[in-house]
């Protein structure tokens, strides 16, 4: 019989398998406009408890300022990266580097499965959103970054 410890691993590591296996399912029938809904709801929900649980506003600040409070959560919070940078590259274009991402392993895991792009990502979903919710509509694009052992989110305002 596993130890507590054991299990806990245990149900981590089927969580991700049983959430690896709906993304490329998913992927696989709906293709990349129509997992769209996916993300979108994603975003929507982590944003929502990052705004009720962690103190997060969004009212009166400007996008840059919410993109640092939103990274600051996801390094403090949950821990799900060492370091993010935030980079406006210009009026209508945001850069977020994702430092040591633990969401690494799994978006390679799912480009291995065939999905093309890694939309179940949590901090381009609640970027996105915040965007959003703040008027601004855009499309994403992200990238494996090798050097920082995560990811090059980019937005750009349409």
């Given at each position: ?8 691993e ?8 049983a ?12 293709g990349?406009?129509?997992v ?22 969004i ?6 300022t ?5 990274s ?13 940078d ?6 209508e ?14 978006t ?5 499965a ?5 939309y ?7 970027s ?5 919710r703040?008027?601004?509509k855009?499309?994403?694009?992200i ?9 090059i989110?980019?937005?750009?305002k349409?």
């Amino acid at each position: 019989m596993a130890t507590e410890e054991k299990k806990k691993e245990n149900r981590l590591r089927l969580t991700n398998l049983a959430l690896l296996s709906l993304a490329a399912g998913a992927w696989d029938i709906l293709g990349k406009k129509g997992v769209n809904s996916f993300s979108n709801q994603m975003g929507d929900q982590i944003l929502k408890v990052m705004e009720q649980e962690m103190g997060l506003e969004i009212a009166g600040e400007d996008p840059e300022t919410v993109l640092m409070e939103v990274s600051r959560i996801f390094i403090d919070e949950y821990g799900f990266a060492s370091d993010i940078d935030i980079e406006k590259v210009d009026e209508e274009n945001f850069r977020i580097k994702v430092h040591n991402c633990v969401n690494r392993s799994f978006t390679d895991k799912l480009a291995e499965a065939g999905v093309e792009h890694p939309y179940i990502c949590p901090i381009m979903n609640a970027s996105r959103s915040a965007l959003k919710r703040m008027g601004y509509k855009v499309q994403q694009n992200i990238s494996k970054w090798p050097e920082g052992k995560g990811s090059i989110i980019e937005f750009s305002k349409i």
